[in-house]
């Protein structure tokens, strides 16, 4: 049984910060990429950042390049989305997955076998 957990959402003020963590039970992160995404009202699902199964490479969108920053610690089976300088425009549902073995071009969303339930970021004052 595969399951992916995402948690660290709430409201923050524009200007703020938070961290977002994807924990996998029921299997090891540690043989797969492991995706960001999210999705705000009316708007499809975009791709946020990616991590490599070996933390060689990491990709972010541009709207988000130099605010966010992605890591994994693959012995808490855990992997977190730091978002700092944070807009109302990142308000949305944010979501982890996993793709076998690398991450997507430009994070698309393709490929990505196992998904979160999501969590809500809002930015606002």
């Known amino acids: 049984q595969l399951l992916l957990v995402e948690s660290g959402g709430g409201l923050v003020q524009p200007g703020g910060s938070l961290r977002l963590s994807c924990a996998a039970s029921?299997?090891?992160?540690?043989?797969?990429?492991i995706g960001w995404f999210r999705q705000a009202p009316g708007k499809e699902r975009e791709g946020v950042s990616c991590i490599s199964s070996s933390s060689s490479n990491t990709i972010y969108a541009d709207s988000v390049k130099g605010r966010f920053t992605i890591s994994r610690d693959n012995a808490k089976n855990t992997v977190y989305l730091q978002m700092n300088s944070l807009k109302p425009e990142d308000t949305a549902v944010y979501y982890c997955a996993t793709r076998r073995y690398y991450c997507s071009a430009n994070v698309r969303p393709v490929g990505y076998d196992y998904w979160g339930q999501g969590t809500q970021v809002t930015v606002s004052s």
């Open positions: 029921g299997f090891t992160l540690d043989n797969y990429a």
